[in-house]
């Protein structure tokens, strides 16, 4: 009877959000209710597991997230992606483009959330293609890929970090592992994938590429920008690098903490308030609006995360989440493979990459502890499948579609295919390193 209850959770869940249109954040607390309520747990109980599972999530991704906003905000604004992006293509040159643009949407991808890099990035992409005579998809979708990849696999970004505090997975590890995982993904499905699609037309707004760039002059330099933008994560490593080979002295205790997430993106924030603020010549009153614009855009983000721990708090709390796992453990069944299909699966239905990655870590949870599977190269699993074939439901293929001006059809093609490719050699990374590890 679990099992059954969870189903049709679940497709109550697709149902409201993919065919009804209701608020993802609505939509999850009224399937915890009616989860919780068929599954026997008494009101009171259900509503202080509720409020649990929402005040557990969201207490460490509050931080995370709104600094991760603010970062995003102040590397987009300042000219700092532009910059990085016109150098990079610079040193590469024209053959060598896709590589360049793959390596920005990489460095700018990471302290900046998908559908902001995508905004910011696009226009520059527009510029190179225009300015180059090549086609604008073989310049675009490597950007894209890079992009992409950094959202469904690499914290500080929602799903994967929410993902990994679910799991009480290791912030820098699945940073780490994510980012091995991630270097054969994007070479697969950006600049290979897109020698192939040469003959797909896409155009490019002509709004955006004529007047989106800043003056030489206005700009950061190059160290201060890309320095800026990789900070969170050169702190990060550094923790790790110290406690792994580091002895456990007053040196390494240091280090450990800088490199906490947390204080990791906090110091990021403080140093771009000054490299790409008030040393860019901006005022504090300005810069500090910048910021307050950056946190309120991702209200909606942390209440649909929200609503996802609520739901896996219910899950746990009733006693589902357990009874999945008694099914499952003794399974020959790789939980790896496991929690991508069901992420998949939720992907296919739902759309939103975010909402299919939590939905399936609150179901696979049980298997972390039941199996003793990796939590880092599950959080990773999760992601990758979080990312297949995105279609229609998909708000980021309808983004890609308009701003590229594609078919459907070509859109299917091109988009989808390269998710897909995302989401396979996510997984084979995934169970590669799993053996090796």
């Known amino acids: 009877m679990p099992l059954v209850i969870i189903a049709i959770g679940i497709l109550i869940l697709f149902f409201l959000i993919a065919k009804l249109k209701l608020n993802a954040f609505l939509s999850f607390i009224l399937v915890t209710l009616f989860v919780g309520i068929f599954q026997g747990m008494e009101l009171e109980t259900l509503v202080k597991s509720i409020q649990a599972g929402i005040g557990n999530t969201l207490g460490f991704l509050v931080l995370i997230l709104g600094l991760g906003a603010m970062l995003g905000k102040l590397v987009a604004d300042s000219g700092a992606a532009q910059q990085i992006t016109t150098k990079l293509v610079s040193a590469f040159g024209i053959k060598y483009v896709q590589w360049a643009v793959v390596l920005t949407g990489f460095i700018v991808g990471v302290p900046m959330f998908y559908s902001v890099g995508f905004v910011i990035l696009i226009p520059l992409v527009f510029t190179i293609a225009v300015s180059t005579k090549l086609p604008l998809l073989y310049v675009g979708l490597p950007m894209l890929t890079s992009l992409s990849v950094t959202h469904g696999y690499l914290p500080p970004h929602p799903a994967p970090t929410a993902i990994a505090a679910m799991f009480n997975a290791d912030i820098g590890k699945t940073l780490l592992y994510g ?44 160290s201060k920008s890309v320095f800026t933008a990789l900070l969170p994560i050169i702190l990060i490593i550094l923790a790790i690098i110290a406690e792994q080979f580091l002895p456990d002295n007053q040196l390494q205790l240091i280090l450990r903490f800088i490199g906490n997430p947390v204080i990791a993106m906090l110091i990021a924030v403080l140093v771009a308030i000054y490299t790409l603020g008030l040393s860019q010549g901006k005022k504090m009153k300005d810069v500090m609006d910048s910021l307050s614009t950056s946190v309120a855009s991702i209200t909606m983000i942390l209440l649909i995360i929200a609503g996802a721990g609520a739901l896996k708090e219910v899950l746990v709390d009733s006693g589902v989440s357990g009874y999945i796992a008694d099914l499952l453990k003794d399974s020959s069944f790789s939980p790896l493979v496991l929690a991508w299909l069901i992420a998949t699966a939720i992907r296919v239905c739902v759309g939103s990459a975010t909402v299919a990655g939590l939905t399936a870590a609150g179901i696979v949870l049980p298997l972390a502890s039941a199996t003793g599977v990796n939590t880092e190269l599950m ?10 074939l995105s279609h229609v439901n998909d708000s980021g293929f309808w983004l890609f579609k308009e701003y590229f001006n594609l078919s459907i059809k070509d859109t299917l093609s091109t988009w989808t295919v390269m998710e897909t490719l995302v989401g396979v050699m996510g997984l084979l990374g995934t169970l590669v390193l799993n053996a090796i590890l």
């Open 379 to 388: 959080v990773l699993a999760i992601g990758s499948g979080s990312l297949m």
């Open 179 to 222: 980012i091995i995982i991630a270097i054969p993904a994007i070479i697969v499905a950006g600049p290979l994938f897109a020698r192939t699609i040469k003959k797909v037309e896409a155009k490019p707004l002509k709004e955006f590429y004529s007047s989106v760039e800043l003056k030489e002059e206005e700009l950061p330099g190059i």
